[in-house]
């Protein structure tokens, strides 16, 4: 076979036994190609200011890669996130990608460059490990770079472009099939008469491949990635060694030899990702998910109804271009996307035709492997929505994860090598062996036609469609405004159904279908993709415009739970986007967090804490002392009778009650009610205005307190932002509310959970935005503390990157507390001022903080985060990647003495 489109059909006979065809011009032009529209696909946008950073990369996987880099160029291992959750871990969080080879670049280069070039080297490698695979099943160049393309700029590697570890993971899986599949041919063409140290020596290569793409999988610090790693080789690597194709190895001994390959592989890839496993497993060990339930599994899987996205991405919604209706269902869209196009659909319905009684025959036996793939991962997608998700949860760390629809990138790299062959039959001009027989070619047109109808059926009663769909919370009107691309997807699905059926003797069939996914995928990215150009707005938050709201002390927290202020918080530095700003916050944004910290402040909802902890002083020794709360949640619009939310705190008399209204207010009278059986004061209430900046304005209201209800009225309306009601013995309130002055006068209830945490004395109003309210701590806790015992702490010294050196004068024994959240993996060294004598001191959690005993003298504490087994796991990292250099040199050393062109 050349390497051009075409080879004589009589070679195919030789295809089941011959090695992978030689490369020639026209690969290298695939390659190339496939290097350079990511290039184009990424540097432009970002040179025009929309670099590829939005969702989750925006928030999450941009900025932790950024504070990675920035701990490796201080020469210190990026452990400890010092600036969310009030310090959590870095590596072991699983979020960052820390140790990730292309995170190394964000060391050296500015943070978007660094950015663009590992997102070119993922779709990059995606692109061209789908390539080779493709053509090491003897398939031709075209056919291959098609495929590839389908691949990486279709289904779920667009979807998922908001998560940057995903995609990454990935780019990986089509490699760890190459090296399956080419491990196989090769013991598959080896004699029983090789000897054991030749086999060896043939195997090592492939042994060595999987050890590095496993080592890489681990280091995403992805879950995902490790998950569909792990089943990929569960699935290709076994499927391999049973199913009956030409990769599968011949007798026992070579069958032997696979598995003990693919072991040692997989041994070495735990090894050299050893240093991302051991911190992650540690922390997950004392995280929320420590222990996972079923439906914490089944969370997130794709109900199989809506397996019929794979036919319209936008069935349900896109990404809003065009003025269509965005994504409606009660999930988000790049979780859910995994459209490879039409002609992909197709190419699979054509290899079913080819069925016989003794299943597929000769070199399409090659495609089982990948058939195999894409039903379970088909079954993987829809998770818990059948019974076969039990048998997922069985799997060992697959059975940990939640997320189950971003399997259906298994469902997408499966589609992608069923479309090259189909490609590749069509180059061979043999239009029967493609499923284009006069039968045949209704069986292969079936998804087309599916398409279209579907399509058109949301076009004439979306509104039933998408109820039969599930989605019943005011979706149904929407899917009138998906008209136009539902128009789209009917023209690709009746073009392709007619050239299916009217086109089977056409030479230029193959190009038409070509043309056809080309638009497809077009269609697919201006419609359905959410993540490979970024949206407006910068994607560093201004430090000096942080400090301007929030302050330069202590730790912020932002709140937020129906995310309306989404632009208004990143601009803020909203975690993890406070890398840029370097103002610490008492909340995060990532998939772990403590289960002791969790449970006590409720942070891990994005934008949320618990208002009972804050109540009760939980935060005081975090030292939150900037708390921004958006306008809904202070001030709720309601009538004088709206149902009062439970307090965190019982009610008790108090010198006086703030309130802050989140909004300047015409306010006309104020309603107060004091808790049943109470009265509001035994005195007079003095009211007592707030202006924008927290000021009190020279306007007071006096009403009598001896009542359970005060009802004040103002002579003119004043323009308020908060207010203070007080009186000589205190006052006893339980709810509160404001009349407006306007010509439809509005009451906002001001007895939220959040009011009752930040009134008092305790906290008070600084600021009022547009969408929000800044309050203020009145106190602020000390870095570190003596909490018991005789001393006190003279200095307090921190570093960027999390460590801190508390300077203590102990007149005895005594107990220090250190502002920073307990973790399993903090270390303290106390060395004594006066003799230079060091000893370790053994940190522990008092409350949420790291708390140590000191004994009587002049010390300087330092603490520092060693993520638990770092030691052991850098060590068999290093050792691993020694391990792997020194055999890949040894085999390329012996490949040149002997000779030969590598397997």
Partial sequence: MSDGEGRDPADADLIAVAPAPGWGRRDRAWVTALVALPVVLFVVPALLGHPSIDADNLIQNFPLRVLAGRQLWGGHLPLLNPLTDSGTPLLGAMNAGALFPLTLLFAILPPLVAWTINMIAVYAAGAIGVYVLARGLGLVAGASGVAALVYAYGGAMVGQAVHLGVIQ????????????????????????????RELAWACAPYALAVAGLWGLVFLTGEPRAIADAELVSLVGGVGVLVLASSSRPRGARGRLAYLATLATGFVGGVGIGLVQVLPGWSFISVSQRHAISYPFFGAGSLPVRWTLLLLNPDLLGGNGAFHQAGFFANYNLPEVTGYVGVVALCALFAYATRLTRRGWVGTERDLTLYVTLLVVGLFATWGNFTPAGHLFRALPLFGSTRLQSRNVALVDLALAVVL??????????????????????????????????????????????????????????????????DAVFVALGLASALLVLAGA???????????????????????????????????????????????????????????????????????????FTRLASVQGYGSLLATYYDS??????????????????????????????????????????????SSCRGYRRAPSVTRAFGQVLDVASLTLRAPAGHTLATGTLRVRFLSASGRPLPVT????????TALVRAPRPIEAAGLEVSAPGGVDVADLAVTTHAVHPGIFQLDSRFDFALSGRG?????????????????????????????????????????????????????????????PGWRATARNVVTGATRELKPYRRGLVVAVDVPSGRWVVHFHYHAPSIELASVGSLATIAGWAGVVSGWRVRRRRRGKVAP
């Fill in 505 to 579: 003797r056409w030479r230029h069939l193959r190009h038409a279908l070509v043309a056809v996914c080309v638009v497809d995928l077009l269609a697919f990215s201006l419609l359905t993709s959410t993540g490979l150009v970024g949206g407006p707005g910068p994607r560093e938050a201004s430090r000096a415009y942080a400090l301007s709201v929030l302050g330069p002390r202590g730790r912020f927290a932002l709140v937020d739970y129906q995310g309306t202020h989404t632009e208004s918080y990143r601009a803020l530095g909203q975690p993890n986007m406070n890398v």
């Fill in 763 to 823: 906290w008070r109003l600084v600021a009022t935005h547009d969408a929000y309210a800044v309050l203020r701590a009145s106190t602020l806790a000390p870095r570190a503390w003596v909490a018991s015992g005789a001393g006190r702490v003279t200095r307090v010294a921190t570093a960027p990157w999390g460590d801190s050196w508390v300077s203590v004068r102990a007149r005895g024994p005594l107990v220090l507390e250190r502002s920073t959240a307990y973790l």
């Fill in 169 to 196: 993971g990935y780019a990986l899986l089509p490699w760890l099939l190459v090296a399956f599949v080419g491990l196989g041919r090769r013991l598959a063409a080896a004699g029983p008469s090789t000897p054991p």
């Fill in 701 to 708: 209201w006096r009403a009598s307190g001896t009542a359970a």
């Fill in 420 to 485: 090259a062959w189909w490609l590749d039959r069509l180059s061979a001009g043999d239009r029967r062996g493609a499923g284009l027989g006069p039968l045949a070619r209704w069986v292969t047109a079936l998804p087309a036609l599916a398409v279209a109808a579907l399509s058109a059926v949301e076009i004439v009663d979306g509104p039933a469609l998408v109820r039969w769909a599930g989605i019943t919370s005011g979706g149904a009107p929407l899917a009138a405004r998906l008209t136009g691309a």
């Fill in 600 to 645: 006590a402040t409720g942070t891990h909802p994005q934008n949320w804490l618990d208002p009972c902890a804050l109540a009760r002083g939980v935060f005081a020794p975090l030292r939150l002392s900037t708390i921004v709360v958006a306008t809904q949640i202070l001030a709720q619009p309601g009538t004088a009778d709206s149902p009062r939310p």
